[in-house]
């Protein structure tokens, strides 16, 4: 485990280093050739699980390791390209760390950043749908904190929203949102998501889940006029 001052000094040379690199150009820089080559060790080890869940739960016990890093290059960089962080921001989604995958990714957006060439989709497809299909799962999950999800759903959508994506990964956002948003009773909002998400792809399925909303909506109307 890396000390609080081993971990100081790895955050702000990397924050040095990618302040003063060159938008576009590759990163470059001691912390970002050391935790290149940790990632390239860390992934040789993540090839030999063939557990998916394993995986998951490997990730989550390396990514500390790697957040001096994040953090260095969140608070100084200029939008160099890296590898390094755009993978992590896979792994983030992949452990349920929403927050720091999307503070990855709004910086990415912002700098348009290219996911490394093992992911087959652009930067902005994997945060939206990973993201979407993570929220959905973790709805499901015994003590889910549902006003937390649906937040992260909207940051979400703030952050990739007017980007160009397929519609059918729009919709998922826009499914996963709304029934973030009917888990946290925000029955009203969550209507809206899900004829959001029905008119990106009317095969989203998501028609039951707007007749029973809108009946609800108008029985609890009836309530409140009674």
């Given at each position: 485990?890396k ?6 000094f ?16 590759q ?7 050391l ?9 040789r080890?993540?090839?030999?699980i063939?557990?998916?869940e394993?995986?998951i ?31 992590l ?13 999307m503070?990855?990714?709004a910086?990415?957006v912002k700098?348009?950043?290219d ?9 902005v ?18 003590g ?8 992260v759903m ?17 919709a ?8 973030a ?16 998400a ?5 095969k ?10 809108e ?12």
């Amino acid at each position: 485990m890396k000390s609080p001052a081993r971990k100081h000094f790895e955050q702000v040379s990397a924050a040095k280093a990618a302040g003063t690199a060159t938008p576009g150009e590759q990163q470059q820089g001691e912390q970002y050739e050391l935790h290149a080559r940790a990632l390239y060790e860390a992934r040789r080890t993540l090839k030999a699980i063939r557990s998916i869940e394993a995986k998951i739960e490997k990730k989550r016990q390396l990514l500390p390791d790697f957040i001096p890093y994040i953090n260095g290059v969140l608070a100084e960089g200029k939008g160099a390209k890296d590898d390094v962080l755009m993978t992590l921001m896979v792994w983030c989604i992949d452990v349920g760390d929403y927050e720091k995958a999307m503070e990855i990714g709004a910086y990415a957006v912002k700098h348009k950043l290219d996911t490394p060439d093992q992911y087959d989709r652009d930067t902005v497809s994997i945060l939206a749908e990973e993201i979407a299909e993570g929220v959905k799962a973790s709805l499901e999950k015994e003590g889910a904190d549902y006003d937390a999800l649906a937040n992260v759903m909207a940051r979400c959508i703030a952050i990739v929203g007017d980007a160009d994506m397929h519609d059918q990964i729009k919709a998922k956002v826009h499914k996963s949102y709304g029934y973030a948003l009917r888990a946290a009773e925000d029955v009203e909002s969550a209507l809206e998501q899900l004829k959001r998400a029905l008119e990106l792809n009317d095969k989203i399925g998501v028609k039951q889940d707007i007749k029973q909303l809108e009946s609800l909506i108008k029985k609890q109307g009836e309530q409140a006029n009674a």
